[in-house]
């Protein structure tokens, strides 16, 4: 079976490394992001089991006509990875209003839009002629994995990251909520706190011991995908060995 | 001492029982929500020591106006209550973008705001002329209370209100980030879970025994805004002794 | 109502304090530890509403011994502080099966023993002959509150203090499966952590606002005693305003 | 490179389908549990890859002398799954002292006992006669993986579960310490909480979506032992998409 994932946010590092190995494992996928030269670039590198769909996720109806296109080239959506998330790393009275809001509606409202255009897919109609299934077991869908990405603040308020962390907390109540809503229905949802720095992609760093390397994150992402329906995780955390927590 | 609080999002419930608990104790109250008639109602059974103060807490611009006039009438803002919380009661799937964000904004965006003017009355400016206190030692302020109203959801993404739990955990992320911000300058941030339904004031119900009463919750509120600051609390859970949890 | 308080493994420091507030607040209170001439000079000054009962918490026959003569002296217990804990602060590797024990001795078994002695004094029996009330509504006690004292290792196992860690964490198990089990029957059980450290009684410190003052701590300890039963708490937190956490 | 693994508390079910795993995956697998005839006949149907060490966990000099026979036959321990509990499901006022003790020592006692004689092989000495690494670079072992099985239980105290959920919480504070205190020195300790009933290998069930795959569950075992240690889980949850939770 090929499945069609979305990766919603993806840029060089762990999105990049995501994509690159859903397409390793047979998946079709889409980018989404803003910067149009650079997903179009990783499309093209990964042949044609990549779509390049620019998108700014703070803009709904860009996110519709993403998944438009997606359906239309790839099919319905069996896999979404949440991926995005913003916000001017600043304290609670330096943030202004409009940061605190756009760190917010990159990570959780885009996030639960993306996964409201997946659920469609995954969950299909009912027939009962509503748009949206209501679990009495008519549903058309045959499921899929929504998955998360978090970071220490998602678990943690951080010092002098308001607008981050509160984004990052209003994200992991987002999944939880749909973990327990949708998990009986098919869709697996997952959390992932990734908790130290991700390795540059671009440059050498002094000491890459204490860094994630994202394509060993992406064999965690995968494991979530694989899961059977019996063992679902809703949260793991990932960090280097050599981290301090 | 005479101080100073500030109720963001009161009605009848608890809101009221914090209003009327403080001042009890002694404080000057101003009563910030929507609703005109109820706030000026209770203002006037409360005296002299409240101040109604209609505000829309999802525009900026009526905080701002709000706070303003809180200073003129009883001056510096010693305690804020960020009690407002809003969200339709549904699933990812049935809530829209806009319902999602409204939650949001009312807790979490005017949470922020409301703190942020408190802020400012209770660090003071530090005499740099940046218009923001950084911690050096030289803020003018003398420290005070920030406490957030908090529900199960604030812990626990529950199925079926995807929007209220996002907002929740939104608010409990700004809540922590805040008090490792500003509890080292003097001002306490506590968060409340309130893991149950509280009794409603207005009318009988079955089993009394299920519901927090408000006046019992207002007892630990207070108890927050007591403490010393050798012993401040972050979160605390309050529920009836007969919940199952 | 007088009341009569149970402080299992008091010292100079918090147990103290919590004594002596609990006889300012007008219980009898019990002075349980191995050191006999502390606690008995402890108990001269407080007068007739204190009893030193000179136990080793490890010694199941001595709690019992300890927990008859309370009775005998002041009645029935309304209150317990299971407040002892020890613990060689080693790594996994370097302690020994024994320190390992031994710190989970002090801390969980005597928690739940002098808590077992508790709860049959604010259960009572309930008339079926078992010995053990059976929460059909029948029992003849009239609650009560059991307080656990924990600290940061309840609730993060610390690096390099395995049996500490695992034995912190231990009580904080018992203590959650007692509030669940017996708050439905009208005994409020709680967890306090205390994250940082106490100021100590007998020096100075160069920096004394980096301590929690232990009688700060103990005003928490009672507002957890009065708490109305339509609002109880079953864990919160107690940190220095200065503390990174 | 083959693995050593040893299997701490196998018995039908989970710990087979992870003993079975683990040899497909190419490692010699010491089975350990108090069972003989169970273990003898389990590495018989595996083959030379499995060894069967009769062993009473609650016993130390049982423990030493099992770890000396794995040694002896498979070479120094590489992977130690500490997967054995056990515990009267009693409250805390109907479980004996016994058998609270019983159910810690299984746990959490066994635990450590096991991780000390494993952590001997994966840290090796370091060459200053103490016996023990001290994490200054020298030691000579090449690092390892100790998986510690958890429950619900371990991160909430269950209503009439006190030994069973104060045990388990023990547990997860000991690999919390540990995690921390070897992960820097390249033992990567995980636990893993298993949220639902495991499937059971002899009979069949009504609803078997509502019970954990074992074989599963072992798949997220396997990924554990395999994760880069650039990003090492602490912990994951492990659920049937059906539970409530």
């Given at each position: 079976m090929t499945r069609t994932a979305v990766v919603a946010g993806v840029g060089p590092g762990l999105g990049e490394s995501i994509a690159r190995r859903f397409v390793a494992e047979g998946c079709r996928v889409a980018l989404l992001a803003r910067t149009e030269s650079y997903i179009e670039s990783l499309a093209a590198d990964l042949g044609d089991a990549a779509l390049a769909v620019p998108t700014d996720l703070t803009r709904p109806e860009e996110i519709e006509a993403a998944f438009e296109e997606v359906r239309r080239e790839f099919g319905p959506v069996d896999v979404l990875v949440n991926h995005?998330?913003?916000?001017?790393?600043?304290?609670?009275?330096?943030?202004?209003?409009?940061?605190?809001?756009?760190?917010?509606?990159?990570?959780?409202?885009?996030?639960?839009?993306?996964?409201?255009?997946?659920?469609d897919d995954m969950l299909g109609g009912d027939g009962d002629g509503t748009g949206s299934g209501d679990g009495d077991g008519t549903e058309s869908g045959d499921g899929g994995t929504i998955v998360f990405t978090g970071a220490t603040s998602s678990v943690r308020g951080r010092d002098g990251a308001?607008?981050?962390?509160?984004?990052?907390?209003?994200?992991?109540?987002?999944?939880?909520?749909?973990?327990?809503?949708?998990?009986?229905?098919g869709v697996h949802v997952a959390h992932v706190v990734i908790d130290g720095g991700i390795r540059p992609p671009d440059r050498a760093v002094e000491n890459p011991e204490e860094y994630l390397d994202p394509d060993a994150i992406a064999d965690s992402y995968w494991h979530l995908v694989e899961q059977d329906r019996s063992t679902w995780t809703l949260e793991l955390d990932l960090r280097p060995h050599v981290e301090e927590f």
């Open positions: 995005a998330s913003g916000g001017a790393w600043k304290g609670a009275r330096d943030v202004s209003l409009d940061e605190f809001e756009r760190a917010w509606r990159v990570g959780a409202r885009a996030g639960l839009q993306c996964s409201q255009e997946a659920l308001a607008a981050f962390s509160s984004a990052k907390f209003a994200v992991r109540g987002l999944a939880e909520s749909m973990a327990r809503e949708f998990g009986p229905r």
